[in-house]
């Protein structure tokens, strides 16, 4: 990730108030006439977009931990050609202050850098302020003890050596080798309440999370596109979810439904009751979002695949996990999979690319020229992904999005890890309640129905983008200036 392409000309790379100023300006020369509860969330950009190797550097990071009503706007671009997370800004501590934390569906915990780090970030290019939490600052933070309920629960019993009158400490390690250290808090967490159609009011519940005193690998300040913290949205009960959903304040199930055409998408806690989606089980004791998965399609054609090959178990079965760019598949599916997409174009000229990719040129639709991908799950739930999807361009070319398991690591070649390559314009609905996952395709930047478990009313939860680097007085400067521009060139 150190190393760096050449810089490119893209509008993409440009906060959102610069490329919405630009497109206005650009289109004025041409024409003169122109709830559950709520966080906002934006995508985090890559400092690499044109690497194909940063995009599979993210996602071996990702796979090791899968780095897991309330609404939490999506931004992002969607984008399978361009690494990167999705972050939200939340409200922690009396009074509160604001937090910019990675959304994370594959681990539990959360956490914000705290004001003893040294290590710690200081600034961000992402066009945020960073936060360190101080618990002196806020009236309503304390120390999470070690004789604390939550304290014997995630550590599996007492610490040796922390003692009753000794904050409760942690540490979580990463796959790429990055670390965070400190001790538990327990603070208020600020948060947007739907109380209505697309309507919000601030809400709040205590929640315990981990003050980093100690950052290490990409989480210190060597990080260019450092966040405050991590949101974790895993299944354990130490997850921020599980919490809220302890204390009553929500149900335990979540919504996503990422917008791979327009950026941004939907995020929310509570039931979703519009769209209707079709589940099947999560495998139970399994850390991850374990899915029985039992045929692939490709067309019309059904791969031979060994039936022991979709037998969940340790370091093998399927993982639904939105955190990961693309989707990796055991050679067994991978290699027939591939070679049945190829062949449909005898005349293609398969080029290696960045070691892993596969890509040729094609001048027709994709849609047209290649068939659809089908993964089929318990309860005849199924999944189906588009050439569109799939095949992204890069180059000049169009590259394959699915990767050999096998090519990862040894000890993940018999997973099936399926990210937003296949989850993208889908809503992707987790109800731990009941054990379940499902999905249906829907379009990301309308709205959804979400009921209030309290009142039994049914709200619209809406899309989202975080509005980005650029205060709102500096855009409106700037459209300013350009109008002035676009008034004296006409």
Known sequence: ??????????????????????????????????????????????????????????????????????????????????????????????????????????????????????????????????????????????????????????????????????????????????????????????????????????????????????????LDSSNEEALDGILGFGKANSSMISQLASSGRVKKIFAHCLDGRNGGGIFAIGRVVQPKVNMTPLVPNQPHYNVNMTAVQVGQEFLNIPADLFQPGDRKGAIIDSGTTLAYL????????????????????????????????????????????????ENSVFLRVYPHDYLFPYEGMWCIGWQNSAMQSRDRRNMTLLGDLVLSNKLVLYDLENQLIGWTEYNCSSSIKVKDEGTGTVHLVGSHFISSALPLDTCLFLLSVLLLMTMFLL
């Not at 933070?141 to 019993?157: A, E, M, N, R």
């Not at 960045?354 to 001048?363: A, H, M, R, T």
């Open 330 to 377: 055991p050679e067994i599916i991978y290699e027939p999979l591939v070679k049945k997409i190829t062949s449909q174009e005898p005349a293609l000229k398969v080029h290696i690319v960045d070691k892993d990719y596969k890509c040729f040129q094609y001048s027709g639709r994709v849609d047209e020229g290649f068939p659809n991908v089908t993964f089929h799950f």
């Open 1 to 218: 990730m150190k190393n760096r392409k050449k810089m490119t000309f893209s509008i993409v790379s440009f906060p959102i108030c610069a490329r919405i100023t630009l497109i206005w300006f650009l289109t004025s020369l041409i024409s003169v006439s122109s709830n559950p509860g709520v966080f906002n969330v934006k995508y985090r950009y890559p400092r690499l977009q044109g690497s194909l190797s940063a995009l599979k550097e993210h996602d071996d990071r990702r796979q090791l931990t899968i780095l897991a009503g309330i609404d939490l706007p999506l931004g992002g671009t969607g984008r399978p050609d361009i690494p990167g997370l999705y972050y939200a800004k939340i409200g922690i501590g009396t009074p509160a202050k604001s937090y910019y934390v990675q959304v994370d569906t594959g681990s539990d915990i959360m956490w914000v850098n705290c004001i003893q780090c040294k290590q710690c970030p200081r600034r961000s290019t992402l066009g945020i302020e960073l936060t360190l939490y101080n618990i002196d600052e806020s009236d309503s933070g304390k120390l999470v003890s070690c004789d604390d309920d939550f304290c014997y629960q995630i550590s599996g019993g007492p610490l040796s050596g922390c003692k009753a009158n000794m904050s409760c400490p942690y540490l979580e390690i990463y796959g790429d080798g990055s670390s965070t250290a400190g001790y538990f808090v327990k603070d208020v967490v600020q948060y947007d309440s739907v109380a209505g159609d697309l309507k919000t009011q601030t809400a709040n519940g205590s929640v315990i999370f981990g003050c980093g005193a100690r950052q290490s690998g990409d």
